[in-house]
């Protein structure tokens, strides 16, 4: 059963560095998506603005249809004229504003700040709390080919559970453990939150509802993480390629990690949550494969989360550091319509890298997986990145709260299902 919704709050281990991840091991064919939390550097003069709530009743926003609607223009006008008034009490302008957030979180990032103007804009009645804006660097060891190969076959394919389906199609051993169904035409979307996807012929992309939040690129993917993520969500059932847990999804790239090795920051993760909010309807899915590498939390990223929890159901990886999800933002939220996830071997254990604790609602395949990737490839690599995927697309099939089971995983004393369709 889902847990209720529970928010932990650790106020005094913010900033302790996680232990030791000398247990976690790559292929060179493997990539590991994890921000290095201890290694995040603050961003000189940029922070996050966070607005108290109930500043005006009338700017709660609850899409009943996808994309930009006259509505929706109307609160972000509403939240960028409160962000300059605020910006206007220190001398500042538009020149210094960055993000503004009008659904998942309210607020603003702010930048060519001093500690003088962070001092007055924290004693504004409006305001609830700001938190430095970080740079974020992903951990990406480089496979092996790092613009994708060709799908195995035959004698290449990997012992007996990665096959080759009648259809032609390549069937990954996790979509086959878990099971797959056809989510083409069902207007259930799946937001993918990580570094954007690259075209490919087994994807469906809606082009006109993906966006970057990283600065300077489109929403294309450049780094081969997000696409593979896509692919497992749903790839299509088209005779060829990999295929799906809920095949002929239509897929929203959200980049919010960017350039070949995926860098980003706070503010602009929660900028991509809170377009995933503003341009989501009930009834869709988001994916994160993202999380700090090390022990490190964020108030502004938990509550953005658990906003977007209570409007669309989500997966979320649990983490790469072989860790308590309890000491991570946002794994360590225990939410009602999000699903966190730990990384399964082909063995059916748990992967030791994988992270662990009370916040862990699933165990899917994460552990040598195929995948799209860049240039129309394909890719095999590792991590609780390729776990949620599979539970995000049994939710997209599934179009419900729900994820099935079969059989149980513990790891240091924490135990949860495994999913299944």
Same mark, same amino acid.
């Given at each position: 059963m889902k847990k209720n919704l529970k928010l932990i709050y650790v106020l005094l281990l913010v900033f302790v560095t996680a232990c030791s991840t000398d247990s976690i091991t790559s292929s060179d064919e493997e990539i590991l998506l994890e921000k290095k939390g201890d290694q995040t550097e603050v961003i000189s003069g940029e922070y996050i603005i966070i607005f108290k709530k109930g500043a005006d009743s009338k700017t709660s926003y609850f899409a009943t249809k996808r994309g930009k609607t006259p509505e929706l223009t109307r609160i972000q006008n509403f939240y960028k004229t409160k962000a300059l008034e605020a910006l206007k009490l220190i001398g500042k302008g538009e020149g210094n504003l960055g993000y503004v957030y009008t659904g998942a979180i309210q607020g603003f990032h702010a930048k060519d700040l001093s500690s003088d103007d962070v001092k007055i804009l924290s004693s504004i009645e409006s305001i609830d709390y700001i938190e430095p804006n970080r740079t974020v660097f992903s951990d990406l060891p480089q496979p092996k080919n790092p613009q994708g190969v060709k799908l195995p076959t035959g004698n290449d394919i990997i012992g007996k559970s990665d096959t080759v389906l009648p259809s032609g199609d390549f069937l990954p051993w996790g979509v086959d453990y878990t099971g797959r169904g056809n989510n083409a035409g069902t207007n259930r979307y799946v937001f993918v939150i990580d570094t954007g996807i690259a075209p490919h012929s087994d994807l469906t992309i809606d082009s006109g509802l993906s966006e970057s939040f990283y600065p300077g690129e489109d929403w294309v993917d450049r780094n081969g993480h997000g696409t593979h993520? %896509?692919?497992?969500?749903?790839?299509?059932?088209?005779?060829?390629?990999? $295929?799906?847990?809920? !095949? +002929?999804?239509?897929?929203?790239?959200?980049?919010?990690?960017?350039?070949?090795?995926?860098?980003?920051?706070?503010?602009? $993760?929660? %900028?991509?949550?809170?377009? #995933? !909010?503003?341009?989501? $309807?009930?009834?869709d899915?988001?994916?994160?494969?993202?999380?700090? *590498?090390? /022990? /490190?939390?964020?108030?502004? $990223?938990?509550?953005?989360?658990?906003?977007?929890?209570?409007?669309?159901?989500?997966?979320? %990886?649990?983490?790469?550091?072989?860790?308590?999800?309890?000491?991570?933002?946002?794994? *360590?939220?225990?939410?009602? =319509? #999000?699903?966190?996830?730990?990384?399964? #071997?082909?063995?059916?254990?748990?992967? +030791?890298?994988?992270?662990?604790?009370?916040?862990?609602? =699933?165990?899917?395949? +994460?552990?040598?997986?195929?995948?799209?990737?860049?240039?129309?490839? !394909?890719? =095999?690599?590792?991590?609780?990145?390729?776990?949620?995927?599979?539970?995000?697309?049994?939710? %997209?099939? *599934? +179009?419900?709260?729900?994820?099935?089971?079969?059989g149980n995983t513990t790891k240091n004393g924490f135990t949860a299902p495994n999913a299944k369709k």
């Open positions: 993520v %896509a692919g497992t969500i749903g790839a299509k059932a088209n005779g060829s390629g990999v $295929i799906g847990v809920a !095949y +002929g999804s239509t897929l929203v790239a959200v980049k919010v990690l960017g350039g070949t090795q995926g860098t980003g920051s706070d503010a602009g $993760i929660l %900028a991509g949550v809170d377009y #995933t !909010y503003n341009n989501s $309807i009930a009834g899915v988001f994916n994160y494969s993202v999380g700090y *590498r090390t /022990r /490190r939390t964020s108030t502004a $990223i938990d509550n953005a989360f658990t906003t977007l929890d209570n409007k669309i159901y989500g997966a979320l %990886a649990a983490g790469n550091s072989n860790d308590n999800t309890l000491y991570y933002s946002p794994q *360590r939220l225990q939410t009602s =319509r #999000t699903w966190m996830v730990g990384n399964l #071997t082909r063995s059916i254990t748990p992967n +030791g890298s994988s992270c662990y604790g009370a916040s862990v609602d =699933r165990w899917a395949p +994460g552990t040598d997986v195929w995948s799209t990737w860049l240039n129309g490839n !394909y890719n =095999r690599i590792s991590g609780t990145s390729m776990a949620s995927p599979h539970v995000a697309g049994i939710l %997209a099939v *599934r +179009g419900n709260n729900s994820v099935g089971t079969q």
